[in-house]
């Protein structure tokens, strides 16, 4: 069993959008854990947004910087542009 860290769904559009904010990156344990997740969200039908999203829901990831922070900014408008109008 695998649990994002956000699950938003949208009742009006259909759409659940499944959020992952990619953490430590850099650590390669953490990396590896996340390409197996990865692998796993693909073979239930849900696919990154970049692609349209899948028949079972809709991959979102952000990640925090080589340095450790994060991008509110970017995070912002990645909101903006996965759940634009």
Do not use: C
Request: charged share 30%; proline share 5%; net charge negative.
């Amino acid at each position: 069993m695998r649990f994002p860290d956000f699950i938003i769904e949208d009742v009006e559009s259909g759409i659940t959008v499944y959020w992952e904010h990619l953490g430590m990156m850099a650590d390669p344990y953490y990396r590896h854990r996340w390409e197996q997740k990865q692998r796993w969200y693909r073979d239930q039908g849900i696919v990154v947004w970049e692609k349209g999203g899948g028949p079972n829901g809709t991959l979102v990831t952000s990640q925090d910087s080589d340095r450790g922070g994060i991008d509110s900014g970017a995070i912002e408008r990645l909101i903006d542009e996965v759940f634009k109008p």
